[in-house]
Structure formats: C-alpha cells, structure tokens
C-alpha cells in the first residue's frame, strides 16, 4: 500500500521531453556555476559510454536492468527555489510535518524543485548551512571543493552514479562547522508526482571536527500509473571526532523505482551512522558504502525492509576498512510477503594497515509467504591479520515454539505472528534515535501486516 | 477452455531439429525425434535459459547452458544442474500442421 | 631425499613428495589441446563410437566457455604447453608383483602397498594419464563390489555406465568439467550392491610423475539403495620450474538410504593448478559426506556439491584448507536442496599463512516446496601473518519459506591470551600455536579414518614450524 495516497498538485505538470533529447542542449543553456555545468558534462558523456549492469555480473546478478533506458524517462528540470505555504504542501507531508515539532531543520522538494525549507536561525548564527547544492556553489564554493561527487564508486555503481551526477536536482549541503552540536535531525523530504519522469536528489553531508547532527532523508510519492525513476546519490563526511547520523526513509507509492548511492567516510575517532528503510516503491536498490579511514572510527550501518506485493528490494553494502583500531557493525533485517522478493549483498573488506579492525555483519531474514524469495550474500574479504571479523545470514520463518507459546495465551494465529514480526523489527528500530521515524516505520509495517 | 493452435508447419522443423514458439504468451520448444514432435516449456528449470538453444539427445533435451537434460516426453529432469521438472504440452500434427494445447 | 623416509620425517616446507621417477611412457600424445589429441585418448582406450563423440562434444563446449573470471589468478595456467595424456604402461595389473618396477618403486615410496594391506578395502593407483594398479579384496568382490579403473568400468559394465555417466555433471556444466570431458583418463569405477555395507576404506591414489602433466581423471560411482561405504583419494606430484595440471570429475549417485562418505587429501606439489568438478546426487534418505582437505597445490577450486533431490536427504561438507606462501585455496562447497525435509551442514576451516591466501566459496539453495529443509554453514578463518588473506563468498538462494538456513562466518588471529595461556603451562610458543591450529582443524580430523587423523595433524602440526614471530 502506498504511503502517499494524495496528489498535491501545485503545478499542472506539462509534457516531459527525454534526457536524452534535452540534456545537451539544457548544459548549453543552464545558469549554473561552470564546476556544475562541467561535472554534469563529464557524466553525461561518461553515462553514454557505459553499459547497463548486466546480471552476469556478481553485483546485479539478481536485480535485471538490463532492458532499464533511464535516459529515454521525462527529464524534470531543476527548478528555482519557490516559497508555498504549508498548507500548500502535499497532503502526506503536512501530516508528517504536524506530527513532529522538534526539528533544527525542514526542507520540501516537491519533484525537482525546492517549496519549502526552514532552519533554527540560532544554527545559521552559528555557521550551519543547509542549502541547495546549486546556491552553495555560487556563494561558498570552498564548502563543496574535495567533497562533491568525490566519491570512490565501484564500477557496478558506476552507472547509476554517472546518470545522478548528470541530472541531480535539489542537492542539499548540510554543513556542521566544528564543534557545532544540531540538538534536533534535518529533515529533508523529497516528493515526487510526475510519473513517467526521471528525479534526483543529491544529499551532502559535512560534519567538521567534534561537531554532530543528524539528517533525514524521506522519500516519498502518490501510487503511480506510469514508472518513474528517482535516482539518488548521498555522501557523507564525519571529520575527526564528530558523530552523523543519516537516515533515509523510502516510503514511495507504487511505481517508482529507487536507485541510490550512498558513501560515508569516518574521520579519526568519529562516529557515523547509516540507516536505510526501504518500505516503499515497485523496486528499491541501494549500494551503501562505509569508508572506514579514520583510526578508532566507529561505523554502525542498519536497515530495515518489509517487502509485499512484487516488490524487489536490494541492498548492496560495502564496510571498508582502510585505518586501524576501528570498529563497524552492520544490522541489516528484512521481511517479505505476497510474492516479495529481496537481495542482500554484504562485503567486509580489511586492507592490510587496517589491523586490530572489529568489523561484524549480521543479515536477517524473514520469509511470510510461500512465493517471497531471498539472496542473501555476505562475503569476507580480509588482508591483515590481527582482526575480529565475523558474519552471519538467517533465512528463515517466524520461530515455531514463539508463535505456539503466544497461541498458548489466546493470541490468534495472525495477531502472534505480527507480534513476532514486530520483534523481529524492534532490533533494529531500538537502535535508531529518531522517534519520529521510529513511529512511522512502524505504523508503515501495521499497515503492510493489515492492522 | 484450451483448444489446440497451429504454431508451425511440419516443412518449419526437421527431424532432430528445436524450434521456439509462443502460444498465449507462453514460451515453448518444439521438438522433432524421429517424426515425433514434442512440445515442452522453453525455459531450463536450473537456470532462466532457453531450451531451444540447446539440442536432442536421444529421448531428451539437453540446455545449451549447464547440460541438464528433460524428457521429451515426460519432461521429468534427467541430469544435473537441473532437478525440477519443465511443463510439457500435448502436441499433435494435423496435415502439415503443428498444433499445441496449451491448458488453462 | 632418502627413499626410506619415515612419515616422522616429512615436513611440507621441504615437500616430501619432491621425487621424479626416471621412466619412459609407452606413448606421449603431442602437447596441447587438439581435436587429435581427443582422438587418439579415445583411440588407445578402444571406446565405443559414442564415448568419442562425447568427447569431440565436450572440446566443442570447453572452447566455446570462456575461462572463469573469478577465483583463483589462472593466468599461469598455459594450456598449449599440457600434455594431455601420457599413457605409462600398456596394461593396468591386479598384482603388485606385476607392476612396472620403476612405478612400482614410485608406490612403495608412498607407502601404498603396506596401506592396502592393512587398513583398505581396495586400491587404486594412477599414473600420470592411467590407472596402472587396481586390486579389491576377495569378500568385497564376492558380495559384488565393483572397484576396477573407469576404463575398464566403461567395456565391463557398458549399460550400467552409460546410464549414469555425466548425469551428475554434464560436460557443459562449466569450463572444466567439459575439459575433462573431452580428454579424461584413469579415476575409478564404483559400484555398491544394495545393502553392501563396506565397512573398511577404499582408496584411489594419483600420482603425477611428468613435467607440464595434464592429469584427468574422471571417478563414477553408484551407491545402491541401503549400501554404506567411504572412499579415499590422495594426490602427490614432485616439484617442477613449470606448472602442472589436474582437472577431475567425481560424479557419485547415492541411492535410497545409502550412506557414502568421499575424502580427498590433496598435497599436490605447490606449482599444481588443482581444478575440480565433485558432485553428488543423493536420493531419499541417504546421506553422502564430503571430506576435503586441501593443503597442497599452487591453486585449488573444489566446491564439492550435494544435490539432495529426494526427500529427507542429508548432505554434508566437511572442508579444511592450508594456504602457505604463494598458495590460494579457493574451496568450499554446495548444497541445493530440491526435496522436502532435507538437511545439510558445511563446515569450513581454513588456515592462511605466509603470502597464503585461502577463500571460502559456498551456495545453499532451496527451491521453491523443498519444505522444512534446513541448512547450517559455518566458516572459520585462522589468519597466521600480516601478508595472509582470507575471503568468505557465501551465495544463500531461497524459494520457500517453510526452511531454516543459517550461514556463520568468523575471522582470527590466534589469540594472544589463548597462547600466554599455554605457554604459561609449559608449552613453548610453537607447540603452543600448534596446539591451537589443532584444535581448529580437530572437527575435520575426527572425521577421518585415524591413520589419515595422525598425518593431516602431522602435516598442519609441520606447516607451523617457524610461523612462530
């Protein structure tokens, strides 16, 4: 079921032209600062070299884009930034929006194009900076130079990334100047209703020195007829001794397929965490990367997935471990239903500097129908030798002796399995800080259960 | 209710020879031992794969990709990789005709 | 090296098999891959028409496949300078009294004769391209065993032969097993009457004597319904500048309620590319063992698989890997469960030292009304130096959801607590650290018959020698 059940409609949407027929020409024409307009350029001509990722390759093996054309989807133009009320918001957005009051910051995308966004002037006083990418390049370029699209893909993230790169629209910077403490989550929402259409959001996050915030990310769209792509990139920089937290929340309506790339680097001694749901669209694929390079750094990675229909869900994860004496822990927990159908693939990979590393990686799985289907694929890549590294995957259905002892109590066979499948969750919620997403992913997962 | 479709003519396909159809958006191999034609799903059980790349040996069908081996007649695997069945479809030559039944 | 070496003396580092046998093979077929070279294989083994064709096939699909491009770096591995086949004597014997005195002394030096007598049902022993020795104990061969060399399972026993041959792995099934295909010789044929309970090992033994040797042996065997028994391969080769190759096909079909255990101990010398196809089809409720124990070889890639197709079926690998310098053992195994109630279990230890590098390459499949299957994995990885790799690539494919898997991995180093701790009772660091590798591998090792324990403890216990610092 979809999250987004209302259109908002703030513009009568006009025909799209492809991205192919209309990226060379928007470059010539687009009033951007030239670093932009240039990265752009490179991208577009690198996505045009590139194949699509074949399924004969390890890391698409089980995810067919082979006969994806994202470049033949309606291009959505960047649009300048405009101001609308909040009640003109969409419907789904206000009702979060009133749900929760304690934010340090909130910013609306509505497709492509910027509607909304507030942030404590008591921040900005003290040099936060929460902006569209664009308008950062104009004013204060310096905050984007080494950071912007600077991160190591692997080739099977290439496609994706140089397609993003290309057309991202509506990138924020989240800037956290040192020592600087946010006390309450950014919350960045990014709605989309243009169907046959092609969006992507850029996300950067900057964390100096000793400084600490946490950003959310929520995705979010009516049910659609026509399939349209939203094509994400996030990167993510905790410095020396700063903790980040990055939260993205996939709660799209049917129809939207979500790709998205995600790296994160940890500074010395900072500590970063990841949270990735996936509850929403047609298909969800994320490639998450952490960059493990700062000595005594800690990286916590979690997600969360709750698959029905036939929707197709992939997580891709790479704990990279470059620096000693640092610790990662990966949590990653889905369940499926109806014909629901989800992809795990997990690396831990240790380089040889990297001794005294701590690294773990814990995939589970729960299968709630008989036609859901799990890969599950943690690998072990290690080259030092003073390490503590292990992983381990589950398959498997709701325990047995659980679901007969919660009967035993005059529990229904239905409600001690949603029981068990909230337990199965809780591990993984318990540990993310935002309560505000805690209550939404879970009534998300009452609704898919059928409450 | 299913009823017999002419899908190709007797010239279309020679003795030991495999050839793909599609009846009702279903795909399906042909397959022609000794004047017997045989139609089975045209898809590997193992592998995603389509049968009528591969070739005839002897009473079975052999995938060009792994070598697992069906039966003609039964469609029943008979060789490693594969372990699950494929469907099999009544099939009949009427005149020059090859008509498959493809069930409900 | 002295030929009356004890077993006492063997130390891997100064590889104890490290001895060439001056002979002359009764006839060398040219270097390199060539529809020729398939056909006199075919030719001086007198097959029937259609085994040559299906070998004329195989060369087809083997060049037709590209070369894996993951695992272990082949890029050594140079085909055109193989030879394919080397026939060492013009007919194999049942005694040992028979054999060719320069082969002979080749097995003496092994031990093997004084093993048979002792502990082991029956025999084999190939070399270079042919098995040149296969023997069975008279109450084995009167209950109807049949342990005789493949070529001779292939005139004696044609239907029998025909009927299971490459039905457990095709010669497409990947770019070796089709190698092996177009050029195999020697391994063994097996046949296990219904209800025969062989209670003693049978052993093959392969020896690769020549330079730039291709050894293919290919091992058919068909455990009947009820019938129980454990069959063991070990392999040697001296120590060449240049490399050499081994690519097997084992293809075993347990039948109802038959219980059949495979062990391989392979030492090839370290310039050895070891690739091999090992499968087992395994009926209801019957049990197959894999034992794997990998130490030798320049590069290994082995998954020993079970295809449990009927209900209740177990499988089960057991796999122990030693990767020392410039060594990569890429092992592991496969379990595809395709019945319901059936069970399986992987064990895998690896021990990496040196520039040593050993990865864990597994799958558990379950297929869609495979009900109330349950699997288990469990990997454990002992790192020994700062340059050792170790990887762990488990594929975890499931199609219902009435079944339980698991998969475990862990990495290690030996824990400085657990060796202050020994050393503390008297133990000096290096028997402290054998102590400990010991006890990592004990789970494999208490599976195999006990004169094979002492040696695979021996071995591992000589690998620690100066990994101490």
């Given at each position: ?8 409609e703030?513009?009568a ?6 991205v ?8 010539e024409e687009l ?13 577009w001509?690198r ?7 074949q ?6 093996r089980y995810t ?11 291009f ?6 405009r ?11 206000q ?7 304690d934010?340090?910051?909130v910013?609306v995308?509505v497709?492509?194009?910027e ?33 912007l699209?600077?991160?190591?893909v692997?080739?099977a993230?290439e ?20 020592n600087?403490r ?6 960045a929402f990014r709605?989309l ?7 992507g959001?850029h ?16 995705f ?36 939207v ?17 990841g949270?990735?749901?996936?509850l929403?669209s047609?298909?969800?694929r994320?490639?998450v ?10 990286s ?18 790479l704990?990279?471990?470059k620096?000693p004496h ?28 990297a ?6 990686q ?7 129908s ?11 890549e ?5 390490v ?5 995957a ?8 659980q ?14 399995e ?16 935002v ?5 939404r ?5 009452e609704?898919?259960?059928?409450f | ?9 007797v ?14 958006g279903?795909?399906?191999v042909l ?5 017997t034609?045989?139609a ?9 794969f ?9 009473d ?15 469609g ?8 699950m069945?494929?469907d099999?479809?009544e ?10 039944k493809?069930?409900d | ?12 580092d100064d590889y104890?098999y ?19 070279v398939v ?32 695992g272990?770096?082949l ?8 030879y394919?086949y080397?026939r060492?004597?013009?007919r ?12 002979k ?32 104990k ?5 209950q109807g ?5 493949i ?10 032969f025909?009927?299971?041959f ?14 092996n295909?177009a ?22 033994y ?8 291709g050894?293919?042996?290919r ?21 060449y ?17 038959a219980h ?12 050895m590319f070891n ?9 209801s ?11 030798g070889?320049?590069a ?5 698989s ?18 020392g ?37 597994g ?20 790192l020994l ?8 690539y488990?594929y ?5 959801n ?5 998969h ?7 824990g400085?607590?657990?060796?202050f ?5 008297g133990?000096?660091e ?12 004990e ?15 021996r071995?591992?216990?000589?690998e ?6």
């Amino acid at each position: 079921m979809a999250d987004g059940t209302t259109t908002a409609e703030l513009d009568a949407p006009g025909d799209l032209v492809s991205v192919a027929d209309r990226l060379d020409g928007w470059l010539e024409e687009l009033d951007e600062p030239e670093t932009l307009v240039e990265g752009r350029r490179e991208a577009w001509e690198r996505y045009r070299e590139l194949p699509m990722p074949q399924t004969a390759s390890e890391e698409w093996r089980y995810t067919d884009v082979e006969d994806l054309r994202p470049e033949d989807f309606g291009f959505v133009e960047p649009e300048a930034a405009r101001s609308v009320e909040i009640e003109d918001l969409p419907a789904t957005v206000q009702e979060v929006l009133a749900g929760e009051q304690d934010r340090s910051g909130v910013a609306v995308q509505v497709d492509a194009g910027e509607v909304y966004r507030r942030l404590d002037p008591e921040l900005e006083e003290q040099g936060v900076v929460f902006a569209p990418i664009v308008e950062v390049a104009r004013e204060r370029p310096e905050l984007l130079e080494d950071r912007l699209f600077s991160s190591e893909v692997t080739d099977a993230e290439e496609k994706f990334w140089t397609l993003h790169r290309a057309i991202f629209s509506g990138g924020y910077l989240l800037y956290v100047p040192e020592n600087v403490r946010v006390p309450e989550p950014v919350h960045a929402f990014r709605y989309l209703e243009r169907e046959d259409a092609i969006v992507g959001s850029h996300t950067l996050v900057v964390a100096e020195r000793g400084a600490e915030v946490t950003c959310v990310e929520e995705f979010l769209s009516p049910d659609l007829e026509e399939t349209s792509l939203s094509v994400g990139g996030v990167e993510v920089f905790a410095g020396e001794n700063a903790t980040v937290r990055y939260i993205s929340l996939q709660r799209y309506g049917r129809g939207v397929e979500h790709y998205s790339v995600q790296h994160a680097t940890t500074g010395k001694d900072s500590h970063l965490s990841g949270f990735n749901v996936a509850l929403g669209s047609d298909r969800h694929r994320a490639d998450v990367t952490s960059h493990v390079e700062g000595p005594g750094s800690e990286s916590e990675m979690l997600a969360l997935w709750f698959g029905d229909g036939d929707q197709h869900i992939d997580h891709h994860t790479l704990q990279y471990h470059k620096a000693p004496h640092a610790y990662s822990d990966l949590l990653y927990k889905g369940a499926l239903t109806d014909r629901g159908r989800s992809v795990f693939r997990g690396v831990i990979r240790v380089a040889q500097e990297a001794q005294l590393t701590d690294a773990y990686q814990t995939n589970r799985n729960l299968l709630l129908s008989e036609d859901s289907h799990a890969n599950a694929l943690p690998n072990l890549e290690i080259e030092a030798d003073d390490v503590r590294c292990s992983h381990g995957a589950t398959v498997g259905q709701v325990d047995e002796s659980q679901l007969f002892y919660l009967k035993s109590r005059g529990l229904t066979p239905l409600q001690a399995e949603r029981l068990l499948v909230f337990g199965f969750f809780e591990e993984v919620l318990g540990r993310v800080p935002v309560e505000g997403v805690r209550s939404r992913v879970r009534s998300a997962i009452e609704r898919k259960l059928g409450f | 209710m299913s009823e017999f479709t002419t899908v190709a003519t007797v010239d279309d396909l020679s003795e030991g020879e495999l050839m793909g159809v599609e009846v009702d958006g279903r795909e399906i191999v042909l397959a022609n031992r000794g004047g017997t034609v045989y139609a089975l799903e045209d898809c590997c059980s193992h592998e995603e794969f389509p049968l009528s790349d591969g070739e005839i040996t002897g009473d079975q069908l052999t995938c060009a990709l792994h070598g697992a081996r069906f039966d003609l007649e039964t469609g029943e695997a008979k060789a490693l990789p594969a372990v699950m069945p494929v469907d099999t479809f009544e099939c009949r030559v009427e005149g020059d005709e090859i008509q498959v039944k493809v069930g409900d | 090296m002295p030929a009356n070496e004890t077993v006492e003396e063997l130390n891997l580092d100064d590889y104890q098999y490290d001895f060439v046998t001056k002979d002359e093979p009764v006839y060398k077929a040219e270097k390199g891959l060539s529809e020729d070279v398939v056909r006199q294989i075919s030719y001086h083994k007198e097959e029937p028409e259609w085994m040559l064709d299906y070998r004329l096939n195989a060369l087809e699909i083997f060049n037709s496949k590209p070369m894996p491009d993951w695992g272990a770096d082949l890029s050594d591995l140079n085909l055109d300078e193989i030879y394919f086949y080397l026939r060492p004597a013009d007919r194999m014997e049942r005694s040992w009294d028979d054999v060719d005195d320069e082969i002979k002394e080749t097995f003496e030096r092994l031990g093997i004769p004084e093993a048979e007598r002792e502990t082991l049902a029956g025999v084999g022993a190939q070399y270079e391209s042919e098995m040149v020795y296969h023997s069975l104990k008279e109450q084995w061969e009167e209950q109807g065993v049949v342990f005789e060399s493949i070529e001779d399972g292939l005139q004696m026993y044609p239907d029998l032969f025909k009927e299971h041959f490459s039905t457990v792995i095709p010669p497409n099934d990947n770019k070796f097993a089709a190698l092996n295909s177009a050029v195999w010789s020697g391994g063994s044929f097996v046949y296990i009457p219904k209800g025969v309970d062989v209670d003693i090992p049978l052993q093959a033994y392969f020896r690769v004597n020549a330079e730039q040797m291709g050894q293919f042996e290919r091992t058919l065997i068909i455990a009947e319904e009820g019938s129980k028994a454990h069959y063991i391969e070990g392999c040697t080769a001296p120590v060449y500048s240049t490399e050499s190759f081994h690519s097997g096909v084992i293809e075993i079909v347990v039948k109802e309620n038959a219980h059949f255990q495979y062990t391989t101990i392979q030492n090839w010398a370290n310039n050895m590319f070891n690739l091999v196809t090992q499968r087992a089809k395994v009926h209801s409720n019957a049990k197959m063992e894999w034992l794997d124990g990998n130490l030798g070889s320049k590069a290994t890639m082995k998954y020993p698989s079970c295809f449990l197709v009927g209900e209740g079926a177990h499988g089960s690998v057991l796999s122990v890997a030693y990767a020392g310098d410039g060594q990569h053992q890429d092992t592991g195994g496969k379990v595809i469960h395709a019945a319901p109630n059936t069970t399986s279990q992987i064990t895998s230890k690896s021990i990496s030292k040196g520039t040593g590098r050993s990865s864990y390459r597994g799958l558990c499949q379950v297929y869609e009304g495979a009900e109330n299957s349950k699997s288990n994995v469990e990997c454990d990885a002992l790192l020994l130096s700062e340059t050792s790799r170790t990887d762990t690539y488990p594929y975890i494919d499931i199609d219902e959801n009435q079944a339980t898997i698991g998969h475990e991995a862990t990495v290690s180093k030996v824990g400085e607590e657990q060796l202050f701790y020994l050393m503390s009772r008297g133990l000096d660091e290096e028997e402290a650290m054998a102590m400990i590798v010991r006890g990592f591998i004990e789970p494999i090792a208490k599976k195999l018959p006990l004169e094979y324990a002492i040696e695979l403890n021996r071995l591992i216990e000589l690998e620690m020698e100066g990994s101490v610092g």
